[in-house]
Nanobody, 114 residues
Framework: QVQLVESGGALAHPGGSLRLSCVAS?????MGWYRQAPGKQRELVAY???????NYADSVKDRFTISRDSAKNTIYLQMNSLKVEDTGVYYC???????????WGQGTQVTVSS
């Protein structure tokens, strides 16, 4: 069974930075991040496919960067210029592109507040 372990969530001030990490127990070509704010639906933040093909939500473009260390089965989400609206639980996920099956991590809380 695939296991995902996220870390890096914390309290940050507006304009600050955080770096999230997600370690997978096995290698997946497609990995990424969703987030869920209180009272809102879960939304895609960013994903990475293969060595470096990336995609971002419009709301985080030019502020967030997703990257991976394939040797460690780990992805990172560097979050800069944080805004209050970035607050939420961030979930790492992996997707089997053949079956479409998605596996989720337990989530890590990001709070942006002054």
């Amino acid at each position: 069974q695939v296991q995902l372990v996220e870390s890096g969530g914390a309290l940050a001030h507006p304009g600050g930075s955080l770096r999230l990490s997600c370690v997978a127990s096995v290698r997946f070509n497609m990995m990424g991040w969703y987030r869920q704010a209180p009272g809102k639906q879960r939304e895609l933040v960013a994903y990475i496919v293969g060595a470096g093909s990336t995609n971002y939500a419009d709301s985080v473009k030019d502020r967030f960067t997703i990257s991976r260390d394939s040797a460690k089965n780990t992805i990172y989400l560097q979050m800069n210029s944080l805004k209050v609206e970035d607050t939420g639980v961030y979930y790492c996920y992996v997707r089997n592109q053949l079956s479409g099956q998605t596996t989720w991590g337990q989530g890590t809380q990001v709070t942006v507040s002054s």
